[in-house]
């Protein structure tokens, strides 16, 4: 079968949003910086990606330049594809929804994405944000990331976040290869790759990641193909969302 490359101008959308019964990812928003803000700053979200980290935390002004920027990205280049990652309030585990005080809930609303809109019709919260960077036309490749509330840790929220974006990348976009990057530290994500999705570390890029006063760390990098995906991992990550 002849390569082909991937129509980017026609397929990268400007806002998507998906909804799933576990949660729902939507378009970043305006609303939503002050929720990103204190994602951002919180110590044991960010435990593992202290690279992103301000000494002082995010304030949702910061967070708001942080949307724009990739906003433009996704817009202008048509190299990304962001969410929010989002729970109705009857989606929030039972463990989980007494730690979230009232000023954490967003309204209901309709939010408006290329050719429709998603309705949330139920007060929500937003706990994250994930998608894909770096995408390729030529090599049909992007590098998926997520950053998830803590407190929704191993509830199956960040895999069902995961699935839906590698959905998208490989069903929507018609990607070849999506790379998911990690830290040795992170024994979490690396078990979810390697069990959950069942890929294995594909390289291990010495002192690419630099922490400041000389500190540095080294990047565990993970890739699934599109054939991983219709194999094996599709089919694993439904049956660990649906426990």
Known sequence: MAHQEIDIESTVPERWGIESAKVVLLPPDEDQDASMARLLSDQATMQYLQ???????????????????????????????????????????ADVVGSISAEEYLPAKSIAIDGGVVEIDEAYVVVGCCGLSSIGAKDRGAEAGIILDARLWRAGIGSAALYLTLEYGFERLGLHRIVLLTTEANAGMRGWLEKAVGVQVESVRKDVIYLGAGEYLDSWDYAVFDYDWVGHAKRSLLTRIER
């Open 51 to 93: 690279f992103m980290t301000k000494p002082h935390g995010y304030t949702p002004q910061d967070a708001a330049t942080r949307r724009k920027h990739r906003d433009e990205i996704q817009i202008k280049h048509k190299q990304q594809v962001n969410f929010a990652i989002a729970l109705k309030r009857s989606q929030i585990p």
